[in-house]
Protein backbone atom coordinates (compact mmCIF):
# COMPACT_ATOMS: atom_id res chain seq x y z
CA UNK A 1 0.00 0.00 0.00
CA UNK A 2 1.41 3.49 -0.76
CA UNK A 3 1.93 6.07 2.12
CA UNK A 4 -1.27 8.46 0.85
CA UNK A 5 -3.22 4.58 0.57
CA UNK A 6 -2.09 4.60 4.60
CA UNK A 7 -2.77 7.54 5.63
CA UNK A 8 -6.18 7.57 4.27
CA UNK A 9 -6.83 3.76 6.46
CA UNK A 10 -5.65 5.50 9.13
CA UNK A 11 -7.83 8.97 8.45
CA UNK A 12 -11.34 6.75 7.68
CA UNK A 13 -10.38 4.30 10.79
CA UNK A 14 -10.86 7.05 13.06
CA UNK A 15 -13.73 9.02 11.52
CA UNK A 16 -17.54 8.26 13.06
CA UNK A 17 -19.90 7.78 10.49
CA UNK A 18 -22.97 7.23 11.08
CA UNK A 19 -26.25 5.56 9.13
CA UNK A 20 -29.17 5.08 10.11
CA UNK A 21 -28.60 6.11 13.18
CA UNK A 22 -25.73 3.58 13.87
CA UNK A 23 -21.98 4.87 14.71
CA UNK A 24 -19.89 2.20 12.71
CA UNK A 25 -16.35 3.45 13.53
CA UNK A 26 -14.33 5.04 16.55
CA UNK A 27 -14.35 8.77 17.38
CA UNK A 28 -11.80 10.66 16.94
CA UNK A 29 -10.89 14.07 18.54
CA UNK A 30 -13.04 16.48 17.39
CA UNK A 31 -15.98 14.58 16.19
CA UNK A 32 -19.47 15.58 16.89
CA UNK A 33 -21.46 13.49 18.07
CA UNK A 34 -25.03 12.92 18.80
CA UNK A 35 -26.97 9.55 19.56
CA UNK A 36 -30.51 9.86 20.15
CA UNK A 37 -33.13 12.83 17.97
CA UNK A 38 -33.15 14.37 21.62
CA UNK A 39 -29.48 13.73 23.01
CA UNK A 40 -27.15 16.73 23.08
CA UNK A 41 -24.60 16.98 20.78
CA UNK A 42 -21.28 15.87 22.49
CA UNK A 43 -17.96 16.81 21.03
CA UNK A 44 -14.13 14.29 21.12
CA UNK A 45 -11.94 16.27 23.51
CA UNK A 46 -7.99 15.16 22.58
CA UNK A 47 -6.22 13.71 25.92
CA UNK A 48 -3.21 15.33 26.97
CA UNK A 49 -1.40 17.09 29.94
CA UNK A 50 -2.20 20.70 31.51
CA UNK A 51 -1.68 22.81 34.88
CA UNK A 52 -4.59 22.87 36.84
CA UNK A 53 -5.52 25.54 39.00
CA UNK A 54 -3.35 28.99 39.88
CA UNK A 55 -2.18 30.44 43.02
CA UNK A 56 -4.75 33.36 43.06
CA UNK A 57 -6.79 33.48 46.29
CA UNK A 58 -10.15 35.13 46.12
CA UNK A 59 -12.36 36.73 48.53
CA UNK A 60 -15.85 35.67 48.84
CA UNK A 61 -18.69 37.13 50.60
CA UNK A 62 -18.61 36.76 54.21
CA UNK A 63 -14.55 37.95 53.72
CA UNK A 64 -13.99 34.07 53.31
CA UNK A 65 -10.60 33.52 51.53
CA UNK A 66 -11.17 30.92 48.63
CA UNK A 67 -8.16 29.47 46.54
CA UNK A 68 -7.54 28.55 43.07
CA UNK A 69 -4.84 25.89 44.06
CA UNK A 70 -2.37 24.67 44.74
CA UNK A 71 -1.50 24.36 40.85
CA UNK A 72 -0.68 20.81 39.57
CA UNK A 73 -0.18 18.71 36.78
CA UNK A 74 -2.45 16.62 35.38
CA UNK A 75 -2.28 14.40 32.62
CA UNK A 76 -5.89 13.17 31.12
CA UNK A 77 -4.46 10.08 29.50
CA UNK A 78 -7.91 9.22 27.35
CA UNK A 79 -9.93 10.77 25.23
CA UNK A 80 -13.73 12.25 26.63
CA UNK A 81 -16.69 13.76 24.63
CA UNK A 82 -18.24 17.01 25.98
CA UNK A 83 -21.48 18.85 25.08
CA UNK A 84 -20.91 20.85 22.56
CA UNK A 85 -23.47 22.97 24.39
CA UNK A 86 -24.46 23.83 27.49
CA UNK A 87 -27.97 21.25 27.85
CA UNK A 88 -30.88 23.40 26.82
CA UNK A 89 -34.23 23.78 28.02
CA UNK A 90 -35.69 21.59 25.26
CA UNK A 91 -33.33 18.79 26.06
CA UNK A 92 -33.78 18.42 29.86
CA UNK A 93 -37.38 19.10 28.85
CA UNK A 94 -37.67 16.12 27.00
CA UNK A 95 -36.26 14.01 29.80
CA UNK A 96 -38.99 15.52 32.29
CA UNK A 97 -41.21 14.40 29.81
CA UNK A 98 -40.54 11.02 29.42
CA UNK A 99 -39.48 10.23 32.79
CA UNK A 100 -42.17 12.16 34.73
CA UNK A 101 -38.99 13.54 37.16
CA UNK A 102 -39.71 16.54 39.44
CA UNK A 103 -36.80 18.59 38.87
CA UNK A 104 -36.19 21.20 41.35
CA UNK A 105 -38.62 23.55 42.62
CA UNK A 106 -37.19 26.36 44.85
CA UNK A 107 -34.57 28.21 42.48
CA UNK A 108 -32.81 31.18 43.66
CA UNK A 109 -33.37 34.27 41.84
CA UNK A 110 -32.14 37.80 42.49
CA UNK A 111 -29.06 39.88 43.59
CA UNK A 112 -29.62 38.22 47.50
CA UNK A 113 -30.64 34.84 46.20
CA UNK A 114 -33.96 34.89 47.11
CA UNK A 115 -35.63 31.41 46.43
CA UNK A 116 -38.88 31.58 44.89
CA UNK A 117 -40.72 28.07 45.72
CA UNK A 118 -43.10 28.12 42.42
CA UNK A 119 -39.84 27.94 39.93
CA UNK A 120 -38.29 25.38 37.90
CA UNK A 121 -36.43 25.58 34.76
CA UNK A 122 -39.75 26.35 33.09
CA UNK A 123 -39.29 29.85 34.21
CA UNK A 124 -40.57 32.55 33.82
CA UNK A 125 -37.31 34.23 35.06
CA UNK A 126 -37.29 38.28 35.35
CA UNK A 127 -40.30 38.00 33.66
CA UNK A 128 -39.13 35.97 30.53
CA UNK A 129 -40.68 32.74 29.16
CA UNK A 130 -37.44 30.56 28.89
CA UNK A 131 -35.86 29.79 25.43
CA UNK A 132 -36.12 26.39 24.27
CA UNK A 133 -32.13 26.57 23.14
CA UNK A 134 -31.03 28.48 26.06
CA UNK A 135 -29.81 26.21 28.75
CA UNK A 136 -31.82 25.16 31.07
CA UNK A 137 -31.16 26.49 34.64
CA UNK A 138 -32.74 26.41 37.69
CA UNK A 139 -31.50 22.92 38.14
CA UNK A 140 -29.79 21.42 41.23
CA UNK A 141 -26.54 18.83 40.60
CA UNK A 142 -29.44 16.36 41.41
CA UNK A 143 -31.08 17.33 38.24
CA UNK A 144 -27.99 17.12 36.47
CA UNK A 145 -27.25 13.21 37.67
CA UNK A 146 -30.42 12.47 36.75
CA UNK A 147 -30.66 13.42 33.81
CA UNK A 148 -27.33 11.80 32.88
CA UNK A 149 -28.23 8.70 34.12
CA UNK A 150 -31.21 9.05 31.70
CA UNK A 151 -29.52 9.31 28.57
CA UNK A 152 -27.00 6.34 29.44
CA UNK A 153 -30.14 4.45 30.32
CA UNK A 154 -31.83 5.80 26.53
CA UNK A 155 -28.67 5.28 24.64
CA UNK A 156 -26.76 2.43 25.44
CA UNK A 157 -23.75 5.20 26.43
CA UNK A 158 -21.94 6.28 29.72
CA UNK A 159 -23.04 9.76 29.92
CA UNK A 160 -21.90 11.70 33.13
CA UNK A 161 -21.38 15.05 34.27
CA UNK A 162 -17.57 16.39 33.30
CA UNK A 163 -15.15 16.16 36.13
CA UNK A 164 -13.62 19.29 37.56
CA UNK A 165 -10.34 18.31 35.82
CA UNK A 166 -11.87 17.59 32.96
CA UNK A 167 -13.60 20.88 32.41
CA UNK A 168 -11.16 23.21 33.08
CA UNK A 169 -9.21 21.34 30.71
CA UNK A 170 -11.86 21.73 27.98
CA UNK A 171 -12.29 25.30 28.61
CA UNK A 172 -8.85 26.55 28.80
CA UNK A 173 -8.78 23.99 25.51
CA UNK A 174 -4.67 24.65 25.09
CA UNK A 175 -4.25 28.29 26.66
CA UNK A 176 -2.22 29.37 29.52
CA UNK A 177 -3.31 32.96 29.37
CA UNK A 178 -6.06 34.76 31.80
CA UNK A 179 -8.73 34.24 29.54
CA UNK A 180 -8.75 31.42 26.68
CA UNK A 181 -8.39 34.28 24.10
CA UNK A 182 -5.47 36.15 26.09
CA UNK A 183 -5.12 38.80 29.03
CA UNK A 184 -7.93 41.96 27.89
CA UNK A 185 -11.09 41.46 29.80
CA UNK A 186 -12.71 44.03 27.39
CA UNK A 187 -12.56 41.52 24.71
CA UNK A 188 -14.74 39.24 26.93
CA UNK A 189 -18.01 40.36 24.83
CA UNK A 190 -16.41 39.17 21.49
CA UNK A 191 -16.35 35.27 23.32
CA UNK A 192 -19.14 35.01 25.91
CA UNK A 193 -22.06 35.60 27.81
CA UNK A 194 -20.91 38.31 30.53
CA UNK A 195 -22.39 40.57 33.26
CA UNK A 196 -21.89 43.98 30.98
CA UNK A 197 -23.19 46.82 30.09
CA UNK A 198 -26.55 44.87 28.31
CA UNK A 199 -27.36 43.25 31.54
CA UNK A 200 -26.62 45.84 33.81
CA UNK A 201 -28.86 48.30 31.47
CA UNK A 202 -31.24 45.30 31.09
CA UNK A 203 -31.68 44.78 34.88
CA UNK A 204 -35.25 45.03 36.39
CA UNK A 205 -34.80 47.97 38.71
CA UNK A 206 -34.66 46.25 42.32
CA UNK A 207 -31.80 43.21 40.82
CA UNK A 208 -29.27 45.48 40.13
CA UNK A 209 -25.97 44.04 41.01
CA UNK A 210 -22.90 46.56 43.23
CA UNK A 211 -20.42 44.96 40.90
CA UNK A 212 -18.46 46.76 37.81
CA UNK A 213 -19.99 45.20 34.58
CA UNK A 214 -17.43 44.24 31.66
CA UNK A 215 -16.82 47.43 29.79
CA UNK A 216 -18.65 46.06 26.47
CA UNK A 217 -21.64 45.05 25.01
CA UNK A 218 -22.05 40.87 24.30
CA UNK A 219 -25.88 41.45 22.66
CA UNK A 220 -27.56 39.78 25.53
CA UNK A 221 -29.30 41.12 29.04
CA UNK A 222 -30.03 37.74 30.18
CA UNK A 223 -29.32 34.30 29.19
CA UNK A 224 -28.36 33.63 25.75
CA UNK A 225 -29.55 30.74 23.38
CA UNK A 226 -26.50 28.22 22.69
CA UNK A 227 -24.37 28.60 20.47
CA UNK A 228 -24.70 32.24 20.04
CA UNK A 229 -20.34 32.86 20.55
CA UNK A 230 -17.97 31.70 18.52
CA UNK A 231 -16.38 28.10 19.89
CA UNK A 232 -13.27 27.36 21.44
CA UNK A 233 -9.93 25.65 19.83
CA UNK A 234 -11.98 22.12 21.05
CA UNK A 235 -14.74 22.94 19.42
CA UNK A 236 -16.74 23.81 22.29
CA UNK A 237 -19.29 26.89 23.01
CA UNK A 238 -19.82 29.26 26.45
CA UNK A 239 -17.71 27.45 28.76
CA UNK A 240 -17.49 30.71 29.62
CA UNK A 241 -20.48 32.28 30.59
CA UNK A 242 -23.62 32.13 30.00
CA UNK A 243 -24.48 29.67 32.84
CA UNK A 244 -22.54 28.22 35.77
CA UNK A 245 -21.82 24.36 35.12
CA UNK A 246 -21.88 21.63 37.54
CA UNK A 247 -19.05 19.51 37.48
CA UNK A 248 -19.04 15.98 39.25
CA UNK A 249 -16.40 16.83 41.91
CA UNK A 250 -16.93 16.96 45.60
CA UNK A 251 -15.04 20.71 45.87
CA UNK A 252 -12.66 20.89 48.93
CA UNK A 253 -10.90 24.75 50.30
CA UNK A 254 -7.65 23.35 48.41
CA UNK A 255 -7.44 20.28 45.97
CA UNK A 256 -6.38 17.50 47.01
CA UNK A 257 -2.74 16.03 46.50
CA UNK A 258 -4.58 13.57 44.28
CA UNK A 259 -6.14 12.61 41.75
CA UNK A 260 -4.20 14.17 38.95
CA UNK A 261 -5.34 12.00 35.94
CA UNK A 262 -8.26 13.83 35.43
CA UNK A 263 -10.74 11.67 37.69
CA UNK A 264 -13.27 13.19 40.07
CA UNK A 265 -12.53 14.24 43.57
CA UNK A 266 -15.09 12.01 45.73
CA UNK A 267 -16.07 11.11 49.09
CA UNK A 268 -17.29 8.02 51.15
CA UNK A 269 -19.93 10.19 52.54
CA UNK A 270 -22.01 13.17 52.75
CA UNK A 271 -20.45 15.81 50.33
CA UNK A 272 -21.22 19.06 51.37
CA UNK A 273 -20.47 21.32 47.93
CA UNK A 274 -20.25 20.27 44.35
CA UNK A 275 -17.59 22.13 42.36
CA UNK A 276 -19.28 24.68 39.67
CA UNK A 277 -17.69 26.18 36.83
CA UNK A 278 -16.72 28.74 34.06
CA UNK A 279 -19.09 32.01 35.47
CA UNK A 280 -22.53 33.24 34.43
CA UNK A 281 -24.43 36.39 32.36
CA UNK A 282 -24.72 37.45 35.97
CA UNK A 283 -20.92 36.70 36.93
CA UNK A 284 -18.66 39.45 37.40
CA UNK A 285 -16.06 38.86 34.89
CA UNK A 286 -13.06 37.90 37.13
CA UNK A 287 -14.71 34.53 37.74
CA UNK A 288 -15.09 33.99 34.25
CA UNK A 289 -11.39 32.53 33.95
CA UNK A 290 -11.05 29.00 33.51
CA UNK A 291 -9.34 28.93 37.28
CA UNK A 292 -11.66 30.13 39.16
CA UNK A 293 -13.45 27.63 41.31
CA UNK A 294 -17.07 27.93 42.34
CA UNK A 295 -18.58 25.36 44.78
CA UNK A 296 -22.49 25.01 46.01
CA UNK A 297 -24.42 22.68 47.61
CA UNK A 298 -26.16 19.49 45.77
CA UNK A 299 -29.44 20.65 46.16
CA UNK A 300 -29.18 24.11 45.18
CA UNK A 301 -30.28 25.88 42.27
CA UNK A 302 -29.96 29.14 40.83
CA UNK A 303 -31.30 31.26 37.83
CA UNK A 304 -27.98 31.16 36.62
CA UNK A 305 -27.02 28.04 37.26
CA UNK A 306 -27.25 24.62 34.73
CA UNK A 307 -24.74 21.70 33.41
CA UNK A 308 -22.91 20.44 30.11
CA UNK A 309 -23.14 16.75 29.84
CA UNK A 310 -20.06 14.61 29.26
CA UNK A 311 -19.89 11.24 27.60
CA UNK A 312 -17.04 8.18 27.59
CA UNK A 313 -15.75 7.44 24.10
CA UNK A 314 -14.16 4.17 22.89
Sequence with gaps: MTAIGQTFQALFAVLVVVVSGQTIAAEAPGTVLRDCATCPEVVVVPPGTFTMGSNAINEMRGGVQRPEGPERQVTIARSFAAGKYEVTNAEFAAFVDATGYSPSSRC???MNQEVIASITFRGPLFGREPDAKAPAVCVSW????????????????TYRLLTEAEWEYAAKAGSTTKFPWGE???????HENTFDLDVQNGLP???????EPAPCHDGHAMISPVGSYPPNKFG???MLGNVWEWTEDCSFEKYPAAPIDGSAVQVAGTCDFRAVRGGSWYTRQERHRPTFRGRDPETKSGHHFGFRIARDVE
Design 205 to 211: QGSKLTW
Design 108 to 110: SVG
Design 184 to 190: DERQACE
Design 142 to 157: LDAKAYAAWLSKLTGK
Design 236 to 238: LHD
